[in-house]
Each structure stands twice: as C-alpha cells, then as structure tokens.
C-alpha cells in the first residue's frame, strides 16, 4: 500500500531540496520523515486508519517530528476525537512553540469540546 503512495506522487523541483535535507538526516530521522509524509497522503485520501499507522511509524522513529503531531492532530479533528486533537496539538507546540497553526487548530478542537 504505501508504494502507490509513492507512486502516486509527482516529482517536482521541491524534491531535490527534499532529497538533499533528508540526505543530512540520520536514518531513524529520514523514515521518520518519509513516514509522516505518507501519513499525509493517506490523509488525504481519507485514509485515517492508514495515517494514524504512519504517524505512528514515524513518532516511534523520530519522537520530534512536530508535524506528525499536527498532522494526526488534523486526522483526529476531522473524526472529531476533539481530546485526542488537542493532545496531539499540545505536543507539536511544545516541540514548536508558538506554531500559529496548531494554535488555532488547538483553540478550535478546545472551542468543540464544550
């Protein structure tokens, strides 16, 4: 399943710069990455089963991935696990203080819980 993400994708002049910033990675770090960056497709696909597995994947291999947080985060607000969101929120921020969009995704899932 996640080569036809792979597949899917079109390479683009972005992903040289990708390629090269994920070169100077270590190798947890770099499929850290690679994982949540298939989390995003999956998303996007309205996969959640199959984006929280990548998050996942990639939150086990590198726990600093501020994005994986947000981006699960993201998941758990469109299925309105509100508590969940704002856990995965408060995570990312306290790994990237002061992101405005997990700010406000945050006050949203908080302003949705009451």
Not at 87 to 104: C, E, I, S, T
Request: hydrophobic letters at 30%; proline letters at 2%; charged letters at 30%.
């Amino acid at each position: 399943m996640q080569r036809d993400y792979i597949r899917d994708e079109k390479i683009q002049g972005e992903d040289i710069k990708r390629g090269m910033f994920l070169a100077s990675m270590s190798n947890k770090e770099s499929l850290g990455f690679i994982y949540q960056s298939l989390g995003v497709l999956a998303s996007q696909r309205d996969d959640f089963k199959e984006s929280g597995r990548m998050y996942a994947k990639a939150l086990r291999l590198n726990g600093k991935l501020a994005a994986a947080y947000y981006n699960r985060g993201n998941d758990e607000l469109k299925q309105k696990r509100y508590r969940q969101a704002i856990r995965d929120y408060d995570k990312a921020l306290n790994l990237y203080p002061g992101d405005p969009w997990a700010m406000r995704k945050r006050t949203l899932a908080n302003k949705s819980t009451n």
